[in-house]
Structure formats: C-alpha cells, structure tokens
C-alpha cells in the first residue's frame, strides 16, 4: 500500500482579497429599523441577499406583472383561509392586485363556515374518535346545494358557492373570498379530489355534480394559465393539489397552442415540499421565466407581501 505524507503547503497560491470576486458586503447588509419609522422605512432596511433579496424580487414582479396588465394568479390551500387571511385576500382582489384564484375543496368549506358562522376548523381527533367530524349539517347540506344548483346553470364549483355565499344570508359573508370574487367577477375555481372533503360524507354530495363542477373549473383555470406570459403564478400553501393541477393547466394550455412563457412563479409555504418545487417552481419556468420559494408561516409572510406590494404606486 502506498505510504502518505501530509503536504507541504509552501508552494499553496494565493490571490489578494481586495481583487477577489465576493457575493457579499457590507453594501447588502441590514440596516437598523429606527422606532416609528415606516414599514416602507423597514423594508428598505432588509438585506439584500438570499431569501430578502428574493422577497423584493417577488413584491417587484407582481407589481411590474399588474403596471404591464397581467395576471397576478394565487393558487392556494385551506390553511391561509383557516389562519384569518381572507381579509388580505379580499383587499388584493378588491384594489387589484390578485385578477384570478384557484383553490382545493377544503378551501370553500373554511369559507363557506366563516361566512355563515363566523368560525371553523373543528378539533379533528376527539370528533374522529366519535364518527362525527366533519358533520356539521349546515356545512354538508350549504355547500352540496350550492354546488347542485351553479352546476345545473353551468358554473364551476368556485362561482357557485361564491354567488350562494353572496346572495345568501350570511351574516360574515364580507369575509367570504368566494363571495367576493363572485361580485368582483374574478374567476376562482375549486379542484376537487373525491373523498378528500368533509361534505363528500354527507348524503346530499352529488358525485356527478361534484365533478362536473370541478372539471369546469378546471377548464376556467386553464384559460387563466394560458394567459400566464408575463404574469406572475403564486402557490400558497397547498402541497399536492394545486401543484399537481397547475402543471396540468400549464401543460393543456400549451397543447393548445397558447405560448406561455416569461412568467414568475413563487411557492410560499412554511416547508418546501417536493412538487411544489418541481411542479410549480422549476418545471413550468424551465424554457424561460423565474421563479423563488417563499419560506415562512402564511399568517406572516402573506400580510407581509401584501403590504410590500401595496407601497408600490400601482
């Protein structure tokens, strides 16, 4: 076997640090947020590197993405609604800033029980131990007559509950995102996986009516990402169910001949999983476009974003 020597390191070559290449200093760092200064003030104490420099470049394509008149599209779970964000959404809807959404099913039940009770989220393990999560009548009954009956005049599942939500007596429905995407006439789609939502258990669920709303939206949605160039896509929380039906989308889209390209896609979430990674960030912006993960708590780092973009003159 060959005997080592530890090298000598004499003849090692150097290079001067001043003349080197660095991706860092002193001219990206923080600054010091003063007492009663803004939050425009704050942000420009921020430093300019890693996940902060991708948070200003997330706040600058959405507001270039909306000077330009392009989509601003969320795609998003039930989490940020079940977190108390439906206000910011609201107001990003309303001041235009978000023009589409696409939601899972679990989204317009958190809805749909906000607007009408003022509450959700029910403590799933003591209710599942007495075979009752998940039956809360109004909410099984509400929303698979809401679906029914948009489906029977043709909508998706998203413009039904929100002209149900709308039109009906609910006394939070100004904290309903599906009733005012309904009177802002936004499009919002819901994409159902059957057996994944508690009012598939109730006796009034229409299997047929459920997919065929679904499948609706489906179709909406895909037009909104076939109008992507340019925009910005952001995947809020939702670890499967959007990813999976955004690159679907995307992919229909240009099957059909819409040249989706030079767009932004974000993913915020407080893990960064596997197919939002691949799904949303990488895949859809391979031929060109950017893309960033967003890595943080909803009930932060979304109020956060919102506030950043709304200090934009837009």
Known sequence: MTKYKPLSLKSAASYSLCGRRSKESVNTAAGIHKKGGSFLDF?????????????????????????????????????????????????????????????????????????????????????????????????????????????????????????????????????S????????????????????????????????AIGEGSMTDFRLFAAVVSDLTRGVYINLGSAVIMPEVFLKALNIARNLGSSVEDFTTVNMDFIQHYRPRENVLKRPTAGSGRNYALTGHHEIMLPLLAAAVLEEDL
């Open 177 to 208: 995102i599906f009733a005012a995407a309904a009177g802002l006439d936004i499009p919002l789609t819901v994409h159902v996986a059957i057996g994944t939502d508690i009012i598939h258990m109730h006796p009034e669920a229409d299997g047929a």
């Open 43 to 175: 942000l420009e104490t921020l430093p300019r590197s890693f996940a902060a420099k991708d948070f200003g470049s997330v706040v600058s394509a959405i507001v270039a993405a909306r000077r330009e008149g392009r989509p601003v599209v969320l795609g998003m779970g039930a989490h940020p609604v079940k977190v108390g964000l439906s206000p910011v959404l609201i107001d990003l809807m309303q001041k235009g800033v978000i023009t589409a959404l696409a939601t899972n099913g679990a989204c317009s039940i958190h809805d749909f029980e906000i607007a009408l009770a003022g509450q959700t989220s029910e403590d799933v393990g003591p209710e599942l131990c007495k075979g009752t999560f998940g039956m809360a009548r109004e909410t099984g009954r509400g929303l698979n007559k809401a679906i029914r009956a948009g489906v029977r005049k043709g909508h998706g599942i998203g413009k039904s509950v929100g002209e149900h939500i709308r039109k009906g007596k609910f006394p939070y429905k100004s904290v």
